[in-house]
């Protein structure tokens, strides 16, 4: 069992920043591939960038890439999404997700979500 706690949703304008995090807790932790999806109202759930937990697998979809920044502390179990440039469409809830063994970007295979925290990008 995965539990996963996200923090750090908020309000920012266009061009700014933010910083999200998901604190992890569980057993065998290292054994999951982290990933950040995103959901817009009316919209489909979509993947955002993942990370296997020592840093040396990342993905990033093509929407964040270059802005957007996924990291691990191994020491405090926690996964962050450094959102650089921040953009309107960048307005969703932000999930994190765990997948065993494996990057996926497809929302079905994750084993484990977070409850989301909401992050609104104002024009």
């Known amino acids: 069992q995965v539990q996963l706690v996200e923090s750090g949703g908020g309000l920012v304008q266009t061009g700014g920043s933010l910083r999200v995090s998901c604190a992890a807790s569980g057993r065998t932790l290292s054994n999951y591939i982290m990933h950040w999806f995103r959901q817009a109202p009316g919209k489909e759930r979509e993947f955002v960038a993942a990370?296997?937990?020592?840093?040396?697998?990342?993905l990033y979809a093509d929407s964040v890439k270059g802005r957007f920044t996924i990291s691990t502390d191994n020491a405090k179990s926690t996964v962050y999404l450094q959102m650089n440039s921040l953009k309107p469409e960048d307005t969703a809830v932000y999930y994190c997700a765990a997948n065993l063994y494996r990057i996926d970007p497809r929302p079905a295979t994750q084993d484990y979500w977070g409850q989301g925290t909401q992050v609104y990008v104002s024009s």
């Open positions: 990370i296997s937990w020592n840093g040396g697998s990342t």
